[in-house]
């Protein structure tokens, strides 16, 4: 019988990643295959072309358009700089009209059909970092890297801010604790800071003024995030916020207690590099925020590792609830009856019974849950 697809989140303390690097357009690579690498290393660049900025130099002079060329000090392909004379009207008159570039940059073209001029602003240098420590195993010509490392990995619900690294610094006694400003001073610089069950959004303010790198905490509340983006955020792909941190949210919005495991985790690690991103998108090519510690290891054996998404849910199958009343909390699959059945709402899907981690028993809709790899 088949399954429904069942959502799950990665947390574990060893596997084998490899993060593909590619420039937004080809370029140059600048690390060979075999090479180490650090999370900050270069192994890409390109230029991007500048910016185009139309200017109506017919207009300005005041000149028919079949007259601009006769006007122009500089030519197409020229460089030119901000504020630079680039055409000048030719007049009986001790006064002339002139023409400044807006831009640095070329000339990229001269229309004596409408008197526009384009210039294009200097090309925009782009580089590619290696974000994770580990070795270059793929060199993608004229277009990037593949590098990869052995590590432990965890997934979260929901990120906000960039690429960034830092040693992992717990702040907080148990999962549960709350983290405010109070946890929060000098020797967080270029920390990743590891909270319980909320940061507040002060404390997230005070962690990005002291230079800390990066949070990871259990929840977040919606409020408090639209108060430190100063806006709502969309549907969109979220990572290129500016905003001096990375967050990264494991288990949801609102109060909810880290994961024990996750906690025990990134606690046993405490003081090693952490390299994280909370880039999420929730629509479609679903993208998570993910924190990843990289330790030494030959990348190039080989593991066997079924996707545990294939496998679907079986008993003992550790799973979150995704869904009110039981929103956030975490256990394990203790019972999977085949059958459909009927819900309060009159509909029929198929359930599962679910132990939480303080005892309690509940039946809950398979689709209602994501499985968390171990």
Known sequence: MGHA??????????ILLTKKRILPLKGEVIV???????????????MLPGTVEPM????????????????????????????????????FFIFKSKCFAKIGGKIESI????????????????????????EVVDVYENEGVAVSSWGSFVQGIFGIGGETHGAIKVVVPDNKTVLTENEINADCKGMVIVGGSLVTSDAIKKAASVGATGIVVGGFDDKDLREFLGYDIGVAITGSE??????IVTEGFGQINMAQKTFDLLKSKEGQLACINGATQIRAGVIRPELIIPFGGDVHAKIEAADYREQGLNIGTPVRVIRHPYFGQLGKVTN?????TELESGSRARILEVEFDDGIKAIVPRANVEMLES
């Open 111 to 134: 229309s004596h059909v409408t008197g526009q001029v384009l210039l294009r602003g200097d090309p925009i240098p782009v580089t590619v970092k290696a974000y994770i420590e580990g």
């Open 5 to 14: 697809y069942t959502p799950g989140l990665k947390v574990t303390d060893k």
């Open 336 to 340: 999977l009856p085949p059958q459909l």
């Open 242 to 247: 500016e905003i001096g941190i990375t967050l």
């Open 56 to 91: 109506n130099v017919a207009n300005i002079l005041g000149i028919p358009p079949e007259d601009i060329e006769d006007a122009m000090l500089k030519k197409h392909g020229d460089d030119v700089e901000e504020g630079e004379l680039i055409a000048l009207s030719k007049s």
């Open 32 to 46: 060979n295959k075999g090479d180490r690498v650090k999370p900050d290393d270069v192994v890409a660049r390109t």
